[in-house]
């Protein structure tokens, strides 16, 4: 009667890993190599994504920091008084009665010349 021989882990390892097994099986692992490479590739990707996403963010708000500056600032120097006193020093005043309106007489048939 023969005693069974259990195979110690690493006999077995050894069966697994040898050369044969590896040959016939090159293909799977350059097909786990190059997604491997793909993972890789696709961080650095979305990592510079963000990065861009982050500057055009920051960039934004400070566009919109200066259109409501400007804005503003437009809205303090188009008011009546502050024009009046703009156009003060070059003699321009607010008129202080209504503007009359002249009307032109209209010429009814004048011969062609």
């Known amino acids: 009667m023969s005693v069974p021989v259990n195979p110690t882990p690493r006999n077995a390892i050894k069966s697994i890993l040898n050369y044969q097994w590896i040959v016939v099986n090159i293909s799977f692992f350059l097909f786990l190599a190059f997604l491997a490479v ?3 590739a696709n961080g650095h ?3 510079k994504t963000i990065r861009k996403i982050n500057a055009t963010q920051k960039d934004l708000k400070e566009l919109q920091f ?3 500056t400007l804005k503003t600032d437009l ?3 188009s008011r ?3 024009v009046e ?3 003060a020093p070059y003699g321009l005043v607010v008129a202080k009665e209504m503007p009359i309106r002249i009307q032109l007489e209209k010429k ?3 011969p062609a010349k």
């Open 75 to 77: 809205m303090r120097r």
């Open 66 to 68: 200066e259109y409501k």
């Open 108 to 110: 009814l048939n004048t």
């Open 45 to 47: 990707l979305t990592d």
């Open 38 to 40: 793909l993972y890789i």
């Open 80 to 82: 009546a008084v502050e």
């Open 85 to 87: 006193n703009k156009v």
